[in-house]
T-cell receptor, first 113, second 117 residues
Framework: GNSVTQMEGPVTLSEEAFLTINCTYT??????LFWYVQYPGEGLQLLLK?????DKGSNKGFEATYRKETTSFHLEKGSVQVSDSAVYFC????????????FGKGTTLSVSS | GAVVSQHPSRVICKSGTSVKIECRSL??????MFWYRQFPKQSLMLMAT?????????EQGVEKDKFLINHASLTLSTLTVTSAHPEDSSFYIC?????????????FGPGTRLTVT
């Protein structure tokens, strides 16, 4: 079946440090890949997405590239801020449009000044 | 942007009672909504897919008689936890799907924290 595996947290960084959160997936067909963020006390928000191999999703300084050969979609940011502290979820949908999301377990990021 | 609301945000109920959680798409119509459950420090697990005007589709292992879903309109889906027990305590999150011309987007509600005492 389809599944998502992401690195265990928490990840603790100083402001302006480089961030990588690893995400790999298992899926049949051609899934779409997503990163969602959940700030404290808020709902899930779409951070970025990629719908086909080699696509790069980007938003708010975050980037992730859909790598079919390594079945990965690692999240990166060159310089994190305190305001980036949140829980990050990698997710996928199967190749059918609009199907439910399958989430990884989430990675908590804590950035200190 | 598209907004999804949930009500209530928090609820505490006694064991054996039923609780209804509402999920509303505020500025768009959603023929499909999803209900997820999130345990502490764990991921979101899909419980069921709610389709307007038809029966919900439940994931394996989810008791449909315990978690009643009604999607009576294009902007409202409800989840009723019947005869709640402490093990039903969890964070319940809904999402609503909107077609955006080039594909679907899912928008999430803020979640409902259920505590069963």
């Amino acid at each position: 079946g389809n599944s998502v595996t992401q690195m265990e947290g928490p990840v603790t960084l100083s402001e302006e440090a480089f961030l990588t959160i690893n995400c790999t997936y298992t899926a049949t067909g051609y899934p779409s890949l997503f990163w969602y963020v959940q700030y404290p006390g808020e709902g899930l928000q779409l951070l970025l997405k990629a719908t086909k191999a080699d696509d790069k999703g980007s938003n708010k300084g975050f980037e992730a590239t859909y790598r079919k050969e390594t079945t990965s979609f690692h999240l990166e940011k060159g310089s994190v801020q305190v305001s980036d502290s949140a829980v990050y979820f990698c997710a996928l949908t199967a190749n059918q449009a609009g199907t439910a999301l399958i989430f990884g377990k989430g990675t908590t990021l804590s950035v200190s000044s | 942007g598209a907004v999804v609301s949930q009500h209530p945000s928090r609820v505490i109920c006694k064991s054996g009672t039923s609780v209804k959680i509402e999920c509303r798409s505020l500025d768009f119509q959603a023929t499909t909504m999803f209900w997820y459950r999130q345990f502490p420090k764990q991921s979101l697990m899909l419980m069921a897919t709610s389709n307007e005007g038809s029966k919900a589709t439940y994931e394996q292992g989810v008791e449909k008689d315990k978690f009643l879903i009604n999607h009576a309109s294009l902007t409202l889906s409800t989840l009723t936890v019947t005869s709640a027990h402490p093990e039903d305590s969890s964070f319940y999150i809904c999402s609503a799907r909107e077609y955006r011309g080039v594909g679907y987007e899912q928008y999430f509600g803020p979640g409902t924290r259920l505590t069963v005492t």
